[in-house]
């Protein structure tokens, strides 16, 4: 998450990590004034006041330390997207460390709304998750490339399978993928990348990976279950999500259910700790073989 917007001190932790000085990069428009916070990101993300033409703001200055990173698209898909959903770029620069740096959004994520959801208060914002990724796979924008390649993109090779005691999938994997229907995909939509204020989204963040995609991965990848979520555990919530995206769009079930059984995999690799997800991943994804076993 690149932005989490709140009154008063800053919802972030103090420096836990070495970063670049963002006192040191090239600013053109904006004057750093203060740090407020380091949130957990991939890059070295500084939560900050500064003065943008003369005035006071507070912003979210983003330096690149992944190797992946593509600050510079980011740039280019949010300077396409005039509308207050999305972060705006007030400076930037992409020689050297690449740089962006975007005005605050005010907004709370589910995890924090939701709490331990105890009472599956997360339906009542499902409808609303599915149907603005199919309001963003609607865009139309000229100028997007196509996504960068992910691993999640691909069905685990056999040696992992057999690794994680998941050899059970491996006839399910080797069935011809349904193909792809390219849109224009976030990326990354996920609810950490999502901000809500009085039940509606309010902010959508980190555009990084978002390009011309597979619209069934970017669905798969917003219903896919995290470490540490308490909703989208349920068929019920990930109706709903769907009953939201078809108001909009179209979308292929069986496409969306494969995709997340890939990316369960990969999650599976680092999550060896959290017994907890590891149960209900396993668990998921022998349902699916058995599903899809069944309609072979």
């Keep these: 998450m690149t932005h989490m917007g709140k009154t008063g001190g800053s919802p972030h932790p103090e420096k836990w990590r ?24 991939g890059n070295d993300v500084f939560h900050a006041e500064g003065v943008f033409h003369g005035e006071n703001v507070r912003v979210y200055i983003k330096a690149a330390r992944q190797s992946g990173a593509n600050i510079q698209n980011e740039v280019n898909i949010l300077n396409s997207l005039n509308e207050p959903l999305f972060p705006k770029v007030i400076d930037c620069g992409f020689d050297g460390t690449p740089f962006s740096v975007t005005l ?43 996504v960068l390649d992910r691993r999640f993109f691909h069905p685990p090779s056999s040696e992992l399978l057999s690794k994680l005691d998941l050899g059970f999938l491996e006839p399910v994997f080797d069935q011809k993928p349904p193909k792809p229907a390219p849109c ?27 390009g011309i995609g597979n619209r069934d991965f970017d669905i798969a990848w917003a219903l896919l279950l995290r470490p540490g ?6 068929d019920e919530e990930r109706s ?9 769009g179209e979308y292929d079930f069986c496409a969306v259910k494969r995709c997340m059984a890939q990316c369960f995999v990969y999650f599976l690799e680092f999550s060896g700790s959290d017994e907890e997800y590891c149960r209900y991943a396993r668990a998921w994804l022998e349902g699916y073989a058995e599903a899809a076993s069944s309609h072979s």
């Design 229 to 234: 979520q308490t909703f989208l555990k349920t």
């Design 18 to 41: 070495e970063t670049v000085d963002p006192f040191s990069l090239p600013y053109k428009e904006f004057k750093l004034v203060k740090v407020l916070g380091y949130p957990h990101a």
């Design 184 to 210: 224009f995909c976030h990326g990354d939509f996920h609810y950490a990348n999502i901000l809500w204020k009085s039940g509606h989204i309010a902010g959508i963040l980190d555009f990084e990976l978002a």
């Design 240 to 248: 709903e999500f769907l009953r939201g995206y078809s108001e909009l």
């Design 104 to 146: 605050e959004l005010e907004g709370e994520r589910l995890s924090v709304l939701l709490g331990k959801n105890e009472a599956l208060s997360s339906l009542s914002y499902m409808r609303e998750y599915g149907k603005t990724l199919a309001r963003i796979h609607n865009l139309k924008l000229p100028a997007a490339l196509p």
